[in-house]
């Protein structure tokens, strides 16, 4: 019988490449009132990032909280390698809505469209030992954008070689806001990748949808992964 899944917290270096301090003077953006941060560097240094394990006979799963609270790592214990892309530095580029953001891992996004203000942050997190074995841990925080308040559940049950997500947003003003929620899995990538997806349509960044997975302007098949290079990083 398998026993409980097991929960650790503890610090790890990692080589990271950081970013400035933001500008003191609020801009009246889209993202007011966050701030942005917009010097970036390439030269790492070592830095302590706080870890949250959850581990049973099968994976472990390595969390960042001060990093979004992303699912860093995932890696099948009886090979010893990881299924999603294991970033061994955090390295900042600019990206994200306000700037910084980091490849890799598994990252919660909520709120207006882009990259979550805090997928480059700390966010609140707590962990649970749960009645079936199964161990949790949640993270959260509240988006000063939408005035909503979201939390994400990582479980990793105790017999089981998979973990799975919760996700709970909470609006509670009386006003409508928008509600964009998604996640994006970084995983090494050669030519012959091939997403296999049933719709018939995708989201840009420009919020529009799009002929997926043939794009009628050139009729390139985007469900390949070699034919997404547009002349910018993917």
């Known amino acids: 019988m398998a026993g409980k899944t097991v929960v650790k917290e503890y610090d790890r270096v990692f080589p990271t490449y950081p970013y400035s301090d933001p500008d003191p003077v609020p801009a009246m953006s889209r993202f007011y009132p966050y701030f942005r941060y917009d010097g970036f560097t390439d030269k790492p240094i070592p830095k302590k990032w706080k870890v949250v394990e959850l581990s049973n006979d099968y994976l472990q799963v390595l969390i960042l909280p001060e990093i979004g609270g992303k ?35 598994i990252e919660a996004n909520y ?14 997190y707590l962990v649970r030992h749960n009645p079936d074995g199964s161990a ?18 990582i479980n990793l ?13 909470h609006n509670a003003s009386p006003l409508d806001e928008p509600y964009y929620t998604w996640m994006n899995v970084g995983i090494k990538a050669a030519g012959n990748l ?3 997806h049933p719709g018939t349509h995708y989201i840009g960044h420009d919020g529009r949808a799009h002929d997926w997975p043939i794009d009628p302007t050139n009729a390139r098949d985007l469900s390949w992964y ?9």
């Open 71 to 105: 699912v860093w790592a995932a890696i099948d214990k009886t090979t010893g390698r990881p299924f999603i892309y294991f970033n061994h530095v955090v390295k900042f580029r600019d990206v994200a809505m306000r700037g910084p953001w980091t490849s890799g891992g």
């Open 111 to 124: 709120g207006i469209m882009g990259h979550t203000p805090n997928c480059f942050s700390p966010v609140d």
């Open 136 to 153: 949790s841990c949640i993270i959260g925080t509240l988006d000063l954008l939408t005035r909503s308040t979201w939390r994400l559940e």
């Open 157 to 169: 049950p105790a017999d089981q070689a998979c973990f799975s997500t919760r996700s709970f947003w």
């Open 194 to 196: 091939q997403f296999i």
């Open 226 to 234: 070699e034919n997404n290079d547009f002349g910018s990083y993917k």
